[in-house]
């Protein structure tokens, strides 16, 4: 698995201590609201988990899970919600956690989605952002790190539903997407 990855970009250390600052600044900011944080199965799942103990506020976790990429690493554009949420957000204060913006596509349709259905608001958290493939103006509210426009994986991200616990996040050598 680890031989696999070309360069380790943020080690569980790092990332950890981002997490920690995401988690106090979204204390600050939600507090007296009430918050539902909402995961993007499967890829934000770890990051979710980690990041909502360190949001010390009370707090309802409930999740969703979308088909983007299949196998592939290009995506499709297209957006399929294959699990909803349990619940209504209806005047309760919303933050999407994703793994990683890249297109913008897959969070643009969800944030339109969830907007429909009366929030008080919609915002995102994204541990990752890779802005040089953006196709749609999605500007995530929180972001832990950039990275640059290669094949991640870990802690949480997949290549055709591995790597994804890895410890840390790296880049994906191309010789194993590429043959
Ligand atoms: P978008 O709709 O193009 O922004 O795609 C977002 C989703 O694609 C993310 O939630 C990831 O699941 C997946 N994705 C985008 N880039 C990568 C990557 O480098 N590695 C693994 N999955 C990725
Ligand atoms: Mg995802």
Redo the contacts with the bound molecule.
Sequence with gaps: MRQDVQQILFSESQINECITKLGNQITKDYKGKPLVVVG?L???NIFTSDLVRKIDLPLRMDFMA?S??GNA?E?T?V?KILKDLDRGIEGEHVLIV????????????LKDILLTRNPASVKIC?L?D?PA????A?TPDYMGFE?PD????GYG???AEHYRNLPFIGI?KREVYEK
Excluded: W
């Design positions: 993007i499967k890829g934000s979308v983007s990429y690493t995506s554009g957006v994703e793994d990683i913006v890249d297109s913008g596509l897959t969070l643009k349709y994204t990752l890779k493939r953006r196709k749609e999605i990275v290669e094949f991640i994986v991200i997949d290549y994906l």
